[in-house]
């Protein structure tokens, strides 16, 4: 059974980092793209980043030079590194696998 299985996130004040985690079973994370979205409240919920198979990154304009995704394969875990974070960046965060497997989602709150 594929399941992706959170963790990381929490209070931090603006222009600080925090790292998500997100562990991947039932899957190799090598084979398939892996991706973050979040959902800031009353609104929609928004794409963040991804990695494809082949390990090309793409970044939401919002979180381009602040956010950073990567994978470890001997973990089966993608990470999403941010840093400078914003209070707009308050929300919270998911993890897929293909748009076919979510993780159960990170809050992340930045004060100002």
């Known amino acids: 059974q594929e399941q992706l299985v959170q963790s990381g996130g929490g209070l931090v004040q603006a222009g600080g980092s925090l790292r998500l985690s997100c562990d991947a079973s039932?899957?190799?994370?090598?084979?398939?793209?892996m991706g973050w979205y979040r959902q800031a409240p009353g609104k929609q919920r928004e794409w963040v980043a991804d990695?494809?198979?082949?390990?090309?990154?793409n970044y939401a304009n919002s979180v381009k030079g602040r956010f950073t995704i990567s994978r470890d394969y001997g973990k089966n875990t993608v990470f999403l590194q941010m840093s400078s974070l914003k209070p707009e960046d308050t929300a919270v965060y998911y993890c897929?696998?293909?748009?076919?497997?979510w993780g159960q989602g990170t809050q992340v709150t930045v004060s100002s």
């Open positions: 897929h696998m293909a748009f076919r497997v």
């Open positions: 039932g899957s190799t994370i090598s084979i398939n793209t």
């Open positions: 990695i494809t198979s082949a390990g090309s990154v």
